[in-house]
C-alpha cells in the first residue's frame, strides 16, 4: 500500500538533546512537508521541499532542521536550540506543481508525538 | 497577507441534523480551497478542495462544500451527521505567493451527540 510511515510514534527527550524524527514515502511525490501542531492552533509549517537536495523554510523554522538526500526521505532534527519542541510532529507529502493533477492535495503521516522531559 | 479563519473551535451536533463547519478566506488571486479531518492521534485526511467550476464540491463520506466568492467562504457542509463525524476539521488555502505551499486554519472541533 502506498502511504507515508513517521517513527517514532512518541518520543521522549531530555532537554539539550537533538532527535530526528523519520519521515519515508512510497507515492513517488515531489513535495514533501513538516508541520508542528499545538493545541489550538492549527497546523504551523515547519520546512518543506519541493525537489531532492533543496528545502525552503516555513513559518516556524528555529530550533529545527531537514535533509532531502532521497526523494522518499525528508526527516526532520529537533535540535537543542528549539526553546519548546514539545507537540506532535506531522509529515505530509504531495504532487508538486500548479497544474499538476492533485497538486495540494496532501497525503499524511501518522505522526509523532515528541515530549521534553 | 494570505490567510483563512474558522470562527468556531467547537461544533456540536445531535446525530442525524444537518452539521456546517465554518470557513473564511482571504488570498490573492484564484483561492485553491481544501478541507481535511483529523481523527484523534492521527494524521489528516482529504474530503474535498475546490480549484474551479461549480460552487457545490462534493467530498468524501457524505461532506460537501459551498464555495461562496462574493463572502470569502468555503464552508463544509453534511445534511445528516453521524457521531462518527465527531473529529478536528481544517480548512485550508493554497497560498499563491509562496509557491503553492497551503496555509491552515486553526481547527473546528465537530461533536455530534446520538
Known amino acids: 500500500d502506498g502511504g507515508i510511515t513517521q517513527s517514532p510514534k512518541y518520543l521522549f527527550r531530555k532537554e539539550g538533546q537533538n532527535v530526528t524524527l523519520s519521515c519515508e514515502q512510497n507515492l513517488n511525490h515531489d513535495a514533501m512537508y513538516w508541520y508542528r501542531q499545538d493545541p489550538g492552533q492549527g497546523l504551523r509549517l515547519i520546512y518543506y521541499s519541493q525537489i531532492v537536495n533543496d528545502f525552503q523554510k516555513g513559518d516556524i523554522a528555529e530550533g529545527y532542521s531537514v535533509s532531502r538526500e532521497k526523494k522518499e526521505s525528508f526527516p526532520l532534527t529537533v535540535t537543542s536550540a528549539q526553546k519548546n519542541p514539545t507537540a506532535f510532529y506531522l509529515c505530509a507529502s504531495s504532487p508538486w506543481g500548479l497544474r499538476t493533477s492533485g497538486a495540494n492535495v496532501l497525503t499524511f503521516g501518522a505522526g509523532s508525538r515528541l515530549t521534553v522531559l | ?114
Do not use: M
Not at chain 2, 7 to 28: F, I, R
Not at chain 2, 38 to 51: A, D, S
Not at chain 2, 68 to 82: I, M
Open chain 2, 1 to 114: 497577507a494570505q490567510s483563512v479563519a474558522q470562527p468556531e473551535d467547537q461544533v456540536n451536533v445531535a446525530e442525524g441534523n444537518p452539521l456546517t463547519v465554518k470557513c473564511t478566506y482571504s488570498v490573492s488571486g484564484n483561492p485553491y480551497l481544501f478541507w481535511y479531518v483529523q481523527y484523534p492521534n492521527r494524521g489528516l485526511q482529504f474530503l474535498l478542495k475546490y480549484i474551479t467550476g461549480d460552487n457545490l464540491v462534493k467530498g468524501s463520506y457524505g461532506f460537501e462544500a459551498e464555495f461562496n466568492k462574493s463572502q470569502t467562504s468555503f464552508h463544509l457542509k453534511k445534511p445528516s451527521a453521524l457521531v462518527s463525524d465527531s473529529a478536528l476539521y481544517f480548512c485550508a488555502v493554497r497560498d499563491n505567493n509562496q509557491g503553492g505551499k497551503l496555509i491552515f486554519g486553526q481547527g473546528t472541533e465537530l461533536s455530534v451527540k446520538p
